[in-house]
């Protein structure tokens, strides 16, 4: 038995993995070292970590849907972007920094937020989807591959550490807290993974997650069902991280939306925490970028307390 971090990431076009993995866990180290100290940072150094890359499957999709992608530059702006935020101390991580941010606008999350359950209502929230986030819409596409094969990339490295008795931390980020969330429900209740059943990781870890739209529960893994089988069983604790103006993440609290766990005790508790992401891409502030959530206190302080425990 060892501790594990499992993190997977979101939508969008996405460098190679080893690019990908190398910015995440540089972001996620200085976070821990700024908020706890060097020791912390060594035994993250130490940890076990996998991350989950499925960037070969969405950057393929979004090609054939007619969208470009500059992986040079992206790589530049993504180094830019932790250099900038490591200049950060922790305390300012604040609205009035954040507020001074060039481009930054509320209006996204505004509209999100106003419009989100009336259009589920009327149907049309999945042509707004598309729209604006079509690798999440194609990740529930029943004529598509696409969703069974980025859940696939999750599946086998989680199943082998839940089957290894590891203490497993599993943060997620965008499309990646739907993949986490389905992958969980499916080793809650499919009978392929009965021998893994009665098994929990310690904490799910969900930063700009659509989890809370309601077009997006609609398409969750157990929604058609009843009573606990609606949820995955297997998350000890439940953390959620929602930015400020994060219009993936406009429902930023999750709590409410799956209040029935806590009752049917299928879950530890559920955590919301609301924080301000001082990620600016391309000159203009990005609250939904991941590096923004990594390098965060919240998130910092809630690895580090995993690690530590």
Request: glycine fraction near 6%; proline fraction near 4%.
């Amino acid at each position: 038995m060892a501790k594990r971090l499992i993190m997977i990431h979101g939508r969008n076009f996405k460098p190679q993995a080893d690019v990908l993995e190398e910015n995440w866990f540089a972001a996620t180290r200085h976070g821990i070292e700024r908020e706890h100290g060097a020791h912390a940072a060594i035994a993250f150094d130490d940890l076990e970590k996998d991350m989950i890359y499925y960037g070969d499957y969405s950057n393929e999709f979004l090609i054939k849907e007619g969208r470009t992608y500059d992986e040079a530059a992206d790589v530049i702006d993504r180094n830019n972007v932790l250099h900038t935020l490591k200049s950060y101390d922790g305390f300012e991580f604040n609205e009035h920094n954040y507020n001074n941010l060039p481009g930054m606008t509320p209006i996204k999350e505004f509209l999100a937020d106003a419009f989100a359950g009336i259009l589920s209502i009327f149907g049309v929230a999945d042509n707004l989807i598309a729209a604006v986030a079509p690798d999440m819409k194609h990740y529930w596409n029943p004529d598509a591959e696409f969703g069974s094969d980025v859940r696939w990339t999750l599946t086998e490295p989680l199943h082998d550490a839940i089957v290894n008795n590891d203490d497993i931390m599993l943060v997620s980020h965008s499309l990646g807290t739907l993949i986490a969330y389905d992958v969980l429900w499916k080793f809650s209740h499919y009978a392929e993974y009965q021998h893994i059943r009665d098994r929990k990781i310690t904490t799910l870890l969900t930063m700009g997650s659509p989890l809370g739209d309601e077009t997006v529960k609609q398409n969750l893994k157990g929604a058609g069902a009843s009573g606990p089988r609606c949820y995955p069983t297997n998350i000890g604790e439940w953390i959620n991280v929602a930015a400020e103006d994060d219009y993936i993440s406009h429902d930023q609290r999750l709590e409410n939306d799956y209040q029935d766990m806590i009752d049917y005790g299928l879950v530890d508790s559920i955590t919301d925490h609301r924080n301000y992401n001082l990620s600016v891409r391309h000159g203009k502030s990005n609250p939904h970028h991941a590096t923004g959530y990594l390098v965060h206190p919240v998130v910092a302080n809630a690895i580090a307390d995993w690690l530590q425990s």
